[in-house]
């Protein structure tokens, strides 16, 4: 599995979950390399991982399990590979599906291997959560908090296009943000008030914001799958979602945030005409929204990504530069376009 670092540190630890598992998940050996593109690592830069002084771990169901540092000094930006050996037969349930990097999946304890050639390969990630670097004390985190358009869906596989990434490399541009990483902890699908691809926002924000070490900032762009799905055809009165319902929930998530010293940047919904759940009324619940957003006064900060990729001629629909053919999904120029809309200005200040 591939990760990639969005600050440079002298020791990194590994974080793996068996959140949604039925059952203990074994990984007898990890091992953490520097990746030399695919299925391939740098000679001399592989590690072992250990837990608690042992080789492996058993994770129960809904724990974590975190491993010992490793002495691995990595730049920003660096790309890791993440191995992980499991002796037995095990369901692979706790999984990110859209991981756009590459896994290569081999039988046996291969570890150690420096390269994998003909094995099977999948973008997915699995049991493994997080990537935590020793930094200097000053640097903290930023957690991009959504749904399918944070995660990357539309973006192209390997070229990490996803504005999550790309705000990584603009932090890493600039001197006063430099000391700052930025974490996706988007979820295709996912909506606010109600679980459906994952729990929803409110349900996971203390496991993926939370639980996060040194967060600072959250961007929250999250909404658009709770309107769309309140428009599917003969869909329970229960699904139903306007304004205010997402309003109240966002209220909740920023003084959950501001509870424990975490500023909150909201992020505009972007347009979806032409997408098939989109009409009259998911239309004017988004620009409600919106506006609450951009004016309501409850946000610490507003990135309008409504306003970046949207098109001009037609603001209810994405740019056609922008659209990857599904009339929602910003595509690489689109996400780009959001990740320079962003104000990392915002982030400099104590």
């Known amino acids: 599995m591939l990760v990639r670092t969005s600050i440079g540190g002298t020791q990194l630890r590994l974080q793996f979950s068996n959140a949604t598992g039925g059952a203990p998940v074994t990984i007898a050996r990890a091992r953490l390399a520097r990746s030399a593109g695919e299925a391939r690592t740098v ?8 837990f608690s002084g042992q080789p492996g771990v058993t994770i129960q169901p809904g724990a974590v399990a975190i491993s010992d540092p490793v002495a691995l000094p990595v730049k920003a930006l660096e790309m890791l590979a993440v191995s992980i050996y499991l002796p037995d037969q095990t369901p692979a349930n706790t999984i990110h599906p859209l991981g756009l990097r590459t896994t290569t999946l081999a039988p046996g304890d291969r570890t150690g291997d ?38 990357g869906y539309g973006t192209t596989p390997g070229r990490s296009a996803a504005w999550p990434d790309l705000v990584a490399e603009r932090l890493q541009a600039d001197p006063a943000t ?48 709770d309107i769309n799905i309140a428009a599917i055809p003969g869909i329970p009165p229960s699904e139903d979602v306007d304004a205010a319902m997402l309003i109240a ?64 001629a037609r603001p209810a629909r994405l740019n056609p530069a922008y659209d990857p053919g599904d009339h929602v999904h910003p595509n690489d120029a689109g996400n780009a376009a959001m990740a320079a809309a962003l104000p990392i200005g915002t982030f400099a200040a104590p």
Do not use: C
């Open 43 to 50: 000679a001399g830069s592989d590690h072992a991982v250990s």
């Open 114 to 151: 420096a390269d994998l050639p003909g094995a099977q390969t999948n973008r997915s990630y699995f049991w493994l959560t997080g990537l935590e670097v020793l930094a200097p004390a000053r640097s903290a985190t930023i957690v991009a908090f959504g749904d399918s358009i944070t995660d």
């Open 178 to 225: 430099r000391h700052l990483s930025i974490v996706n902890m988007g979820i295709s699908g996912n909506r606010v008030r109600r679980d459906g691809a994952g729990l929803s926002a409110l349900a996971r924000f203390d496991r993926d914001v939370l639980a996060r070490p040194g967060v600072r900032w959250m961007i929250l762009l999250e909404g658009i799958n």
């Open 249 to 312: 929930a966002y209220s909740q998530l920023i003084d959950r945030a501001h509870l424990h010293g975490i500023k909150v940047m909201g992020a505009t919904l972007t347009p979806t005409e032409g997408l098939w759940m989109y009409g009259p009324k998911t239309e004017t619940v988004r620009q409600a929204v919106n506006a609450w957003i951009r004016t309501g006064g409850k946000f610490d900060a507003v990135v309008d990504f409504d306003a970046a990729v949207r098109d001009p």
